[in-house]
């Protein structure tokens, strides 16, 4: 270990910060948000050094370093191109036995800093010892979406209940109380921003003591976007890999499931067109006993759950039997194959609203309001539409959208599957037929159809016999 990891107490303590750069800046700034006093050394400041927060707290003390400045000081922090004047603060530090850093020079520094990721009073601290800077961020970086922002309120949390703790668990006890605290569904409330909800779960635990200190369980309703897993959300991918059951859909692809928790136990209640394996009715049920178990539950669904994804019935149940709950948002069907297709949803030339409608068939028929629907300054996207698309753009066109109004299906988007085929209300549906496209599918009418020969930047792979896609994944219902 070529460096000691310490957490300097520098509120209200003078440091010194010796260059007026940008770099110097945000130097400054790292100190400021510690709580020191600042002084800086510098004839010239750059504008930087006037938008830091908490300005009051620097002072501008000198055009030039001289040794005295570092009389009663804390730390020093030095950014100078000058590599003779660098040296001369460096030395000029190390020999009151002050702690100085600086920057870009590793061999000056007594102490250096470290890439930090800030949840406070939670801090995380990475460093290459100054061998690779850009690694270490970039180690930040990817930290920085497993921990979830609320993580110092949870903290603080934990801090105005210690007292209250230690008097109700004994000692050889707290630690287990505090591990199943932080693992059960208190830790969540907290991160969705439910802290009365928290505190009131907190406050059983301490009176029930550890033996029940897990509480109950909670549903977590979560979106799992179109099937490419670069798409899933921080705060989706931290419920899946801490969930006990995960219950999933046929439209959650292979590779999301992967990122699950591995030892999770796992419920398949797909769907499929006139095959619905499992009734809704029971999965809503299902949510409920599997939590009323104790069990941390993901119900994870492709796409949004909200739009076509009868997620609004399962909460619904929840709440009628008073289970905790908690919704994450997906990246909807209609956002993320569009994007991937190079087809805008509005453009000012094109489309200013968008529609989305299911084309899923009852009784052979359709039941919308087609004059809202087929407009020519609006986008059309169709969901569950591959079935009865030569009805649909009948239907469409008999409404009053030009038969040649641009028409486009994606079969898989956003994966490396993705198949578009376009073409117009005329024509797409032998199109489709001649592709062999097969569910899960989204269809897309307007005139912004009309850019996916321009703006079409996703290059999935080569499309084979032997590449075509399973049935397996993609968007947020049935194609």
């Not at 994804?309 to 289970?323: A, K, S």
Request: glycine share 8%; proline share 7%; net charge negative.
């Amino acid at each position: 270990m070529n460096y000691l990891p310490i957490f300097l107490d520098l509120r209200d303590r003078p440091c010194l910060v010796v260059g007026g750069s940008e770099t110097a800046a945000r130097k400054a700034e790292l100190l400021l948000r510690a709580g020191a006093q600042v002084a800086v050394a510098a004839p010239v400041l750059h504008e930087g050094f006037e938008r830091l927060p908490h300005a009051e707290r620097l002072t501008r003390v000198a055009d030039a370093f001289t040794p005295e400045l570092l009389d009663g000081k804390d730390a020093v922090i030095v950014v100078e191109d000058d590599a003779a004047l660098a040296k001369s603060v460096a030395d000029a530090a190390r020999a009151r036995h002050i702690p100085v850093n600086v920057a870009d020079k590793p061999a000056l520094c007594s102490f250096i800093l470290p890439s930090i990721i800030d949840r406070s009073p939670i801090m995380v601290a990475v460093s290459s010892g100054g061998e690779s800077p850009v690694l270490a961020r970039m180690l930040r970086a990817r930290l920085e979406t497993l921990i979830p922002a609320a993580y110092g309120r949870l903290s603080a949390l934990a801090a105005r209940y210690k007292d209250r703790v230690r008097a109700a668990i004994k000692p050889e006890q707290r630690r287990a109380f505090w591990e199943k605290v932080f693992l059960s569904p208190v830790a969540e409330m907290v991160f969705s921003g439910r802290d009365a909800e928290a505190e009131a779960q907190l406050d059983a635990m301490i009176r029930d003591g550890a033996d029940n200190a897990a509480g109950g369980g909670e549903v977590y309703l979560v979106g799992a976007g179109p099937g490419n897993p670069d798409l899933l959300t921080f705060r989706a991918l931290r419920l899946m890999q801490q969930a006990d059951v995960i219950v999933y859909d046929r439209l959650v692809s292979q590779p999301i499931l992967d990122m699950c928790r591995r030892d999770a136990e796992r419920i398949y209640v797909g769907k499929e067109r006139d095959d619905h394996a499992v009734p809704q009715e029971e999965i809503n049920l299902m949510l409920v006993r599997l939590a009323k178990e104790g069990k941390r539950t993901l119900r994870l669904k492709g796409g949004d759950p909200f739009i076509f994804g009868r997620g609004g019935e399962e909460i619904e149940t929840l709440v009628e039997h008073g289970v905790p709950f908690q919704v994450v948002p997906g990246i909807t069907a209609a956002a993320g194959v569009a994007s991937y297709a190079g087809i805008p949803l509005t453009h000012r030339d094109y489309a200013q609203s968008v529609a989305f409608v299911t084309g899923h068939l009852k009784e052979n028929t359709f039941n919308m309001n087609w004059e809202g629907i087929a407009r020519p300054d609006q986008t059309i996207v169709i969901y569950m539409g591959l079935k009865g698309l030569p009805m649909l753009c009948e239907t469409l066109i008999a409404h009053g959208l030009s038969a040649d109004t641009p028409a486009a299906i994606v079969q898989h988007g956003t994966l490396p599957t993705q198949r578009v085929i376009t073409g117009t209300l005329t024509t797409l549906p032998a199109l489709a037929e001649q592709a062999g496209l097969r569910a899960p599918t989204l269809i897309i009418v307007g005139n912004v159809v009309k850019l996916r020969e321009k703006l079409g930047w996703y290059q999935p792979e080569p499309q084979g016999e032997a590449a075509r896609p399973t049935p397996l994944e993609s968007p947020d219902t049935l194609g």
